[in-house]
């Protein structure tokens, strides 16, 4: 399809296990943003990038929170020593440029710390 | 941090009547997006209104913005139950290459049938 797609829309990771969760966003959008939204509230800014350059982690919880985006497409957030706090929906957005258009969403990550 | 806050928090409405949700915000804006979201999915945008427009229109959706008040609202007319979802605001800030959107917490629609 044409839209962001998130892989897995589903995880169960048993505490202190490292996950990696992967963004495809839409071709040639230049901005991407990963957001964390537990439930009942609405998302988190956790990071952005325009293009290969993370220009803002400021949203990042801990340095147990990574993410990159190598060829300026793909993105993969990385989480590690996974811990029950860490349970959330991650999303993940990409715009075709920054600031001043709309987002558009994933469906996903539902991640689940055990 | 969140910088939006819609008002009210949960609103239940029979199909065919209007829904106004409101949004405040805090900080000077470049834009002011809304967005749904259905139970367990991703995020739709709905629309968005810069910070130089007062009002704006997409079908039977309608949005105000007021700069002084630092507040939008966003009316739903003639609501259907599909209408029912979860509603957020999001600002995007003046800052020159921080182009984030900051989300409220949400308001949950339910259109009676």
């Known amino acids: 399809g044409a839209g962001v797609s998130q892989s897995p829309r589903y995880k169960v990771a048993k505490r202190g296990q490292d996950v990696a969760l992967r963004c495809d966003p839409i071709?040639?959008?230049?901005?991407l943003f990963w957001y964390q939204q537990a439930l009942g509230q609405g998302p988190e800014f956790l990071t952005y990038?325009?293009?290969?350059?993370?220009?803002?982690k400021s949203g990042l919880p801990s340095d147990r929170f990574f993410a990159e985006r190598p060829e300026g497409s793909v993105s993969t957030l990385k989480i590690q020593r996974t811990q029950q706090e860490d349970s959330a929906v991650y999303l993940c957005?990409?715009?075709?440029?920054?600031?001043?258009?709309?987002?558009?969403f994933g469906q996903g990550t539902r991640l689940t710390v055990v | 941090s969140q910088q939006g806050e819609e008002d009210p928090q949960a609103l239940s409405i029979q199909e065919g009547e209007n829904a106004t949700m409101n949004c405040s915000y805090k900080?000077?804006?470049?834009?002011l997006q809304w967005y749904r979201q259905n139970s367990g999915r991703g995020l739709v945008h709905l629309i968005l209104?810069?910070?130089?427009?007062r009002e704006k229109h997409s079908g039977r959706l309608r949005v105000t913005l007021d700069t002084s008040k630092k507040s939008s609202s966003l009316l739903i007319t003639a609501s259907r139950a599909a209408d029912t979802a979860s509603y957020f605001c999001?600002?995007?800030?003046?800052?020159?290459?921080?182009?984030?959107?900051?989300f409220g917490k949400g308001i949950t629609l339910s259109v009676r049938p």
């Open positions: 209104i810069r910070s130089n427009e």
């Open positions: 957005a990409s715009s075709l440029r920054r600031g001043n258009t709309e987002a558009f």
């Open positions: 071709s040639g959008h230049v901005s």
């Open positions: 900080t000077s804006i470049n834009n």
């Open positions: 990038f325009q293009n290969e350059a993370q220009l803002d």
């Open positions: 999001a600002t995007v800030l003046l800052a020159g290459a921080n182009s984030k959107l900051t």
